[in-house]
């Protein structure tokens, strides 16, 4: 089992005690110690490098060295660059357009958009009262369309029909039209996703974007994606103008660094977690106290 952030940090205390002032030498064995616990963490290595290097600006500043404790002024300088880049406390969705507010759900196929969409029209429905519809642009997965109908139908929202041969920007249009006869607050749009980064398919969730005009364009990505989170991100960011993150699978065993790798590259904030399989699985994101789970 690895050391997380805070055994390792606590045990640098433990060393310097007694010291009277903060030694290079001991910014140098902090810094080694938070590099590890992030990696282990699975964070990605460029993320890693960015956050040592402004943690060791900070601790070299005057607000460290010579300070009266020492152990615990570097402690406190890594929790504070933590939390800067993983952002203040909550961050809700912005609902704040002409309805129906569109929000456009963007990932890699497998990410969770679709289980996604479902819940965040659930949490809508019951913390926000909203009237949400939902509809599948995804015409390439032959079981994506049916998988929305039965999870928006769990949600207790309206579903979209939309056809595995029609266009999906034809899909968004009819979609976003029913919406505004209908009076729906909201309208979320679910997109197709691939394995792996596709020019054609970045093509078409930027043509999707253009005509729906999303308030919210949420990028949805796998926490267990791990070090490879940051390659799928910066795709994502460079295709969209992306407004927020969803982090999924957040249930399973990774150490959730993918977040502030995620974080780090987008400059989104993540706005909600998906933490199991059922429709109540998502949570408001919480940047603190993640930060405190995932580095311990
Ligand atoms: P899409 O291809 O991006 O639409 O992904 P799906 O919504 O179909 O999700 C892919 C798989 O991940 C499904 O089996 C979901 O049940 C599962 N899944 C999605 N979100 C979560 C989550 O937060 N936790 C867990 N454990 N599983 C999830």
Avoid at 69 to 95: I, R, Y
Wanted: proline share 4%; aromatic share 4%; glycine share 8%.
């Amino acid at each position: 089992m690895a050391s997380t952030l805070s055994d390792r940090l606590s045990r640098l205390v433990k060393q310097m005690r007694g010291q009277a002032r903060i030694t290079e030498n001991n910014v140098q064995d902090m810094l080694r110690e938070v590099r590890m616990a992030l990696l282990e963490a699975d964070v990605a290595l460029p993320v890693v490098r960015d956050f040592i290097a402004r943690v060791k600006e900070r601790a070299l500043g005057q607000e460290v060295v010579g300070s009266l404790s020492p152990g615990q002024a570097l402690v406190g300088v890594v929790h504070k660059e933590l939390a800067a880049t993983m952002g203040e406390g909550v961050s809700d969705l912005n609902l704040a357009a002409q309805p129906p507010a569109v929000i456009l759900m963007a990932g890699l196929q497998g990410a969770g958009k679709t289980t996604t969409t479902a819940k965040l029209a659930r949490h809508l429905i019951q913390s926000r009262k909203k009237k949400v519809l939902t509809v599948s642009a995804d015409v390439y997965r032959p079981a994506a369309i049916e998988q929305l109908k039965t999870v928006t139908k769990a949600a207790g929202a309206e579903w979209f029909p939309s056809q595995p041969s029609d266009k999906p920007l034809d899909i968004a249009r009819a979609a976003l039209d029913h919406a505004r006869r209908h009076y729906f607050d909201v309208l979320i749009v679910d997109t197709a996703g691939r394995l792996a980064i596709d020019e054609a398919l970045m093509a078409e969730i930027r043509e999707l974007h253009a005509t729906l005009k999303p308030v919210e364009t949420l990028f949805v990505v796998d926490a267990m994606q791990g070090q490879d989170a940051i390659n799928t991100a910066k795709a994502f960011k460079d295709a969209l103008p992306l407004t927020g993150i969803v982090l999924t699978k957040l249930d399973g065993d990774s150490r959730g660094g993918a977040a502030l790798s995620v974080r780090t590259v987008t400059g989104a904030p993540i706005k909600f977690a998906g933490v199991s399989e059922k429709i109540d699985g998502l949570e408001v994101f919480d940047a603190q106290r993640h930060a405190g789970r995932v580095l311990g």
